[in-house]
């Protein structure tokens, strides 16, 4: 519903209507697993940033994706993704299709973030993940501000996400390569980052909310030109202040031929990182 149209109801009225949405959205986002028993999820995950999150994994040559997929990232009746008319599904690669408008995408680390979370003796037993793909390439993190699409969208199917029996229980963020063009916007990543999670805690009304931030490996390219402020950023990715913020480290992981994106297997180490990470706040 938009703002606009609950301020024009009464609180008397507005109340049913606001349950008979949320029961709607909560039935939206139940799926229907093999043998017709309803599945839905009961960790959500937020997976955000631009394109080395969107997963350029077996992607970066000749226009299109190898297909490969290792055991890590296999599908499996216990890991859903939010499709883009969000309905829960079961996860595969890759992961963002048709989520990362325009882009020709591959393995991320979504997939085996869910694989080794479920494999870990931490998990809660019988847990179903849900991962909910968001990132979109070549976005700075002026274009994550609150009130930009790419903010709004998230948001959006973060709400409806978790609106049936799971819950939000961390946003996964990699982006900063597009902050590496020019030194003003390397300069304000920090605020800027600051910022997009208090903005988040609040509309999700998650005030808690676990951040697990990568630190970015590269600078993107623009034209012929590749950004040169790389070290700016990634310092400033280390002096972000909020709390419950993890951070994980891509710096070192296999690039593929375009100097830019990770490869399958790097991506594959990422999502196990990422895991350990959120394993290690449980």
């Not at 993940?129 to 501000?145: D, F, H, K, R």
């Not at 999700?204 to 790389?230: C, D, E, F, S, Y």
Request: proline share 6%.
């Amino acid at each position: 519903m938009e703002p606009a149209a609950a301020t024009m109801l009464s609180g008397r009225r507005a109340l049913p209507i606001l349950l008979a949405v949320f029961a709607l959205l909560a039935a939206a986002v139940t799926v229907s697993a093999r043998g017709g028993a309803e599945r839905a999820p009961t960790l959500v995950f937020i997976l955000a940033g631009q394109s080395n999150m969107g997963g350029r994994g077996g992607a970066t040559s000749g226009n299109r994706w190898d297909g490969v997929v290792p055991p890590e990232c296999a599908p499996s009746p216990r890991t859903l993704r939010l499709s883009p008319s969000l309905r829960w599904e079961e996860a595969r690669e890759p992961l963002h299709a048709g989520v990362d408008a325009g882009n020709v995408v591959g393995v991320g680390p979504g997939m085996p973030f869910a694989h080794a979370l479920l494999r870990s003796p931490a998990c809660p037993r019988g847990a179903v993940v849900g991962l909910v793909p968001c990132a979109q390439g070549g976005t700075p993190i002026a274009n994550w501000s609150r009130g930009t699409e790419m903010y709004e969208r998230m948001v959006a199917r973060a709400r409806v996400a978790g609106a049936g029996t799971g819950r939000v229980a961390a946003l996964l963020w990699f982006q900063g390569e597009a902050d590496t063009m020019r030194r003003e916007d390397a300069l304000a990543y920090a605020g800027r980052m600051e910022a997009f999670v208090r903005d988040v805690r609040r509309d999700l009304a998650l005030p808690n909310l676990l951040v697990i931030q990568v630190g970015i490996a590269t600078a993107q390219w623009q034209g012929n030109k590749q950004g040169k402020w790389l070290d700016l950023v990634r310092k400033q990715q280390r002096a972000v202040r909020v709390a419950n913020l993890k951070y994980v480290d891509a710096m070192g992981l296999p690039l593929a031929n375009d100097i830019t994106h990770l490869t399958t297997q790097a991506q594959v180490r990422l999502g196990k990182m990422l895991a350990d990470a959120y394993i290690a706040t449980l």
